[in-house]
T-cell receptor
């Protein structure tokens, strides 16, 4: 699985958009970009994934650059409950059994 | 999604003893995974457990220290053997849903403190 690079921490004001970047310059053509988050003392929670098109769901939007070497997770209206560590992971998405390799993630702190 | 229950949620254990952590899933899954998260660190995969076969361990983890059982498609256990304070971590169970794009789901974890 390709390695990802994320900033160690970010701050965001409540109600504003949180934009979390991720670099994955060695991503392969069959690897998807996944985002998970881990709120303190809980197990990781799936947020969103994508291959090359931008994706949106009820939690977030995922913007993937055309060359697929980087992506941005967008939380459109961050709340205090979005304070968590956010992990960007790339992996082959089909067939199962392809382990998730967690990097160090980005600690997002949402403040009043 | 998948609902994963882990027991115990936390424990404090004496060094030299062993603890068995249980993971129960609300539906049948082929693959189950055990992770360790040391204090202030990210998650590290310990092993992959398939029903009916021996678990596959990642580099740095051995069966004698972390024996795993997978008796059926909804249940698995991880034992942390002969514990030392360095084993103090959160241990997490995870499963995958395949069929289309794979998604992974995690239990809430077992917070282990070894004294």
């Amino acid at each position: 699985d390709a390695k990802t690079t994320q900033p160690p921490s970010m701050d965001c004001a409540e109600g504003r958009a949180a934009n979390l970047p991720c670099n994955h310059s060695t991503i392969s053509g069959n690897e998807y970009v996944y985002w998970y988050r881990q709120i303190h003392s809980q197990g990781p929670q799936y947020i969103i994934h994508g291959l090359k098109n931008n994706e949106t769901n009820e939690m977030a939007s995922l913007i993937i650059t055309e060359d697929r070497k980087s992506s941005t997770l967008i939380l459109p209206h961050a709340t205090l409950r979005d304070t968590a560590v956010y992990y960007c992971i790339v992996r082959v998405a089909t067939g199962g059994g392809n382990k998730l390799t967690f990097g160090t993630g980005t600690q997002l702190k949402v403040e009043l | 999604s998948a609902v994963i229950s882990q027991k115990p949620s936390r424990d404090i254990c004496q060094r030299g003893t062993s603890l068995t952590i249980q993971c129960q899933v609300d539906s049948q899954v082929t693959m189950m995974f055990w992770y360790r998260q040391q204090p202030g660190q990210s998650l590290t995969l310990i092993a992959t457990a398939n029903q009916g076969s021996e678990a596959t361990y990642e580099s740095g983890f051995v069966i004698d220290k972390f024996p795993i059982s997978r008796p059926n498609l909804t249940f698995s256990t991880l034992t942390v053997s002969n514990m030392s304070p360095e084993d103090s971590s959160i241990y997490l169970c995870s499963v995958e849903r395949t069929g289309g794009v794979t998604e992974a789901f995690f239990g809430q974890g077992t917070r282990l403190t070894v004294v």
